[in-house]
Antibody, heavy 120, light 107 residues
Framework: QVQLVESGGGVIQPGGSLRLSCAAS????????MHWVRQAPGKGLEWVAF????????NYADSVKGRCTISRDNSRNRLYMEMNNLRDEDTALYYC?????????????WGHGTLVTVSS | EIVLTQSPATLSLSPGERATLSCRAS??????LAWYQQKPGQAPRLLIY???NRAAGTPARFSGSGSGTDFTLIISSLEPEDFAVYYC?????????FGGGARVEIK
């Protein structure tokens, strides 16, 4: 069965950097676009970033554009997000999520999330 | 950015009753709209994609309809496990956006 396992979250000071990872298994990783979606404590869902199956297309929410970089390693079935210049409002549970299928950017599998807390 | 507005924000119903949740888009999203269910402490779960297609494992009591700017999720007869928060999400335009969520609570 599909498994997505995020890691890399933690407590970080404003202005700091983090690298989130997502280990994928149970499906052909190289066939699917992948996303990061976040949820601030007690709040709703916010889409953050997308990367196409081959890394050839990337898209970002305005709230993270220029500060975050999504990437993937298809040889290791891993998704990443490099986050720089972190702000208080980046505090959230970060989920990795998988496309339903090619170009269908709706999320049929989610990890359990990794918590990023930005605090001084 | 396409804004999705969900209504009502909270729906108070009893098991066995019918739930009707609405999602309105600030501009047309064609039929590219999904619905998710989220329970406390859990990741969201895809219920419906592209307006009316049930995801694997979604019970038949869940149905989706609509097009353009107005969409509806219906739960025909609420089971105890259906009390949760529901989100809509559009994929017609970047950035992808979610609605603010609608809570279905036990009356």
């Amino acid at each position: 069965q599909v498994q997505l396992v995020e890691s890399g979250g933690g407590v970080i000071q404003p202005g700091g950097s983090l690298r989130l990872s997502c280990a994928a298994s149970g499906f052909t990783f190289t066939n699917y676009g992948m996303h990061w979606v976040r949820q601030a404590p007690g709040k709703g869902l916010e889409w953050v970033a997308f990367i196409a199956y081959d890394g050839g297309e990337k898209n970002y929410a305005d709230s993270v554009k220029g500060r975050c970089t999504i990437s993937r390693d298809n040889s290791r079935n891993r998704l990443y997000m490099e986050m720089n210049n972190l702000r208080d409002e980046d505090t959230a549970l970060y989920y990795c999520a998988k496309d339903v299928r090619w170009k269908v950017h709706e999320f049929d599998s989610w990890g359990h999330g990794t918590l990023v807390t930005v605090s001084s | 950015e396409i804004v999705l507005t969900q209504s009502p924000a909270t729906l108070s119903l009893s098991p066995g009753e019918r739930a009707t949740l609405s999602c309105r888009a600030s501009q047309s999203v064609s039929n590219y709209l999904a619905w998710y269910q989220q329970k406390p402490g859990q990741a969201p779960r895809l219920l419906i994609y592209d307006t009316s297609n049930r995801a694997a494992g979604t019970p038949a009591r869940f149905s989706g309809s609509g097009s353009g700017t107005d969409f509806t999720l219906i739960i025909s007869s609420l089971e105890p496990e259906d009390f949760a928060v529901y989100y809509c999400q559009q994929r017609n335009n970047w950035p992808l956006t979610f609605g603010g969520g609608a809570r279905v609570e036990i009356k």
